[in-house]
């Protein structure tokens, strides 16, 4: 045959080879085409979530309604986030008043067992109309100065403890300080490397334990001094130890991938991913939603406040942050530059101040100027317990005056292990907890006190910081912490 025949055969085939590699495409295209892949379904629903109306999002954070409410949420006004106008500064003197009448009157009740019978008698006695209260420069236009009459609720309390005070809304040009907020939705699996890091040397063991063909007694003990080590706590560890040894005993584990996978849904299954772990900061019809952070001072409170109030600006919501950490002077000058970073509202008194007072005044403060979501920062020094119960009792009991809280957020540093599980206690004796969030997830490989907590207070660990930075803060999600823990 010729070179040009050759060159002729070569051709066809070559045509012919193209001719099917298109056909094929063609039909694979039209086949996925034919039918919606999950994929589209899943972006499809993405697209459809509401971001404030209490979804389940998958490494979204989840906020919902307290319980105390019955209306559906407030629909968002302008999803316009940072651009919060921050409402004029407004008879923050006369507001005091009454803060600080409440307080007093909750603190006349008694110490420990409250009982917040309002006026009695003897303390319309207390005629003295609160000398620095009635500071004329600052009695407010409309807001007439405190009356004189022996209204019971206004008589002012003797011992003032510092006025709260609206805080100064950054001047007009400052709002451009505000800054822009690291997406929401998918941060836990942008902080997913961060856990790994610390976490995953746990897992790793004990992979290479249970994967490692029989196990004899010395290698179950070894399983559970690996969960020990990790702060799972006896109880939860020998949970999942019986469980796994049950399991391997039924012969149902014969490779790795089995045995990785049955470690998997064990730590899961023990960390209740079926607990709620929304946050219920919505608003409810008249009220904000009410947040109080509780725990001891220096396990990140003031941080995850501010973290948190920027999770919820980024929402769309109206935000407004309590300073009733009045313990030290800076935690609320920390707290108030959290808030302007945002624009959002920040109620604050002086170091010292009564933070019963500052919670009653934040509160009114927020169903005034109707934000959405009002969060207490609190004080949380552990003198002693009868005092944290008369303080964050007092501050609970003061809010409740006005609008429900709907949730305590407790927050504990997941770096000092089980002593987290002491400071714990003492607060879910306190208060009312109704969720965890443990910081400093990201400075230790003991991550098993997530486990702990849930077990002992029962009660869901809902937020994780993972840093220093203001976004470092996701959703706890029992199924992402665990693939971090077996890396
Ligand atoms: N690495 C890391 N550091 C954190 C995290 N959360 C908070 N911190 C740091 O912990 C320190 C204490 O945080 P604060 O928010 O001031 O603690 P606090 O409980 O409010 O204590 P006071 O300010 O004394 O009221 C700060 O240096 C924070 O940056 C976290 O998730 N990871």
């Given at each position: 045959m010729t070179t040009g025949a050759w060159i002729a055969i070569a051709a066809v085939v070559a045509v012919l080879l193209v001719a099917l590699v298109v056909g094929a495409v063609l039909y694979r295209r039209r086949q996925v085409s034919l039918a919606p892949s999950d994929k589209t379904t899943t972006e499809a629903l993405g697209e459809a979530?509401?971001?404030?109306?209490?979804y389940k999002a998958e490494s979204g954070f989840s906020f919902s309604q307290g319980a105390?409410?019955?209306?559906?949420?407030?629909?968002?006004?302008?999803?316009?986030?940072?651009?919060v106008v921050v409402p004029p500064i407004v008879e923050p003197k006369v507001v005091e008043a009454e803060a600080e009448a409440e307080a007093v009157e909750a603190e006349a009740i008694e110490p420990g067992v409250v009982e917040p019978?309002?006026?009695?008698?003897?303390?319309?006695?207390?005629?003295?109309?609160?000398p620095e209260v009635a500071e004329p420069e600052v009695a407010e236009p409309g807001v007439e100065a405190?009356?004189?009459?022996?209204e019971p609720e206004v008589l002012?309390?003797?011992?003032?403890?510092e006025p709260a005070v609206v805080t100064p809304e950054p001047a007009a040009p400052a709002a451009a300080v505000i800054e822009e907020i690291a997406p929401t939705a998918g941060r836990l699996d942008r902080l997913r490397g961060r856990l790994a890091r610390s976490q995953s040397a746990v897992g790793k063991s004990l992979l290479g334990l249970l994967g490692g063909g029989d196990l004899d007694e010395d290698s179950w003990e070894e399983i559970e001094d690996t969960l020990l080590i990790a702060d799972l706590g006896s109880a939860v560890t020998e949970q999942i130890v019986t469980k796994l040894r049950a399991e391997i005993a039924g012969g149902s584990v014969k490779t790795e991938p089995q045995a990785r996978a049955l470690l998997r849904s064990v730590l899961i299954d023990a960390l209740h991913?079926?607990?709620?772990?929304?946050?219920?900061?919505l608003p409810h019809d008249a009220t904000p939603g009410v947040l109080l952070v509780v725990g001891v001072?220096?396990?990140?409170k003031t941080t995850s406040t501010g973290k948190l109030a920027r999770v919820l600006v980024a929402d769309g919501r109206r935000v407004l942050l309590g300073a009733?950490?009045?313990?030290?002077a800076a935690a609320a000058d920390q707290l108030q530059t959290w808030a302007e970073r945002v624009g959002a509202e920040v109620v604050r008194g002086k170091e010292g101040a009564d933070p019963a007072a500052i919670a009653f005044d934040s509160v009114s403060k927020g169903i005034e100027t109707g934000v959405d979501v009002v969060i207490v920062d609190t004080a949380g020094r552990l003198h002693t317990k009868t005092g944290l119960m008369d303080e964050l009792g007092k501050v609970k009991r003061v809010v409740e005056k006005q609008a429900p809280v709907d949730e305590v957020l407790l927050v504990l540093d997941a770096t000092i292990g089980q002593n987290g599980l002491v400071q714990a206690r003492v607060f879910a004796e306190v208060v009312d907890i109704t969720g965890v969030v443990l910081t400093?997830?990201?400075?230790?490989?003991?991550?098993?006190i997530v486990f702990q907590v849930q077990h002992e207070l029962?009660?869901?660990?809902k937020l994780v910081g993972l840093?220093?930075?203001?976004?470092?803060l996701a959703p706890f999600e029992p199924e992402a912490f665990v693939d971090a823990l077996l890396g």
């Open positions: 979530k509401d971001r404030s109306g209490g105390t409410a019955t209306a559906p949420p407030k629909p968002k006004p302008e999803p316009v986030a940072p651009k019978t309002v006026a009695e008698p003897e303390v319309a006695e207390t005629t003295v109309v609160e405190a009356p004189a009459a022996p002012a309390p003797e011992p003032v403890t991913p079926e607990m709620d772990r929304s946050i219920k900061a001072n220096g396990t990140g009733a950490d009045t313990f030290r400093k997830l990201d400075g230790t490989a003991k991550g098993g029962g009660v869901p660990v840093g220093e930075g203001a976004d470092d």
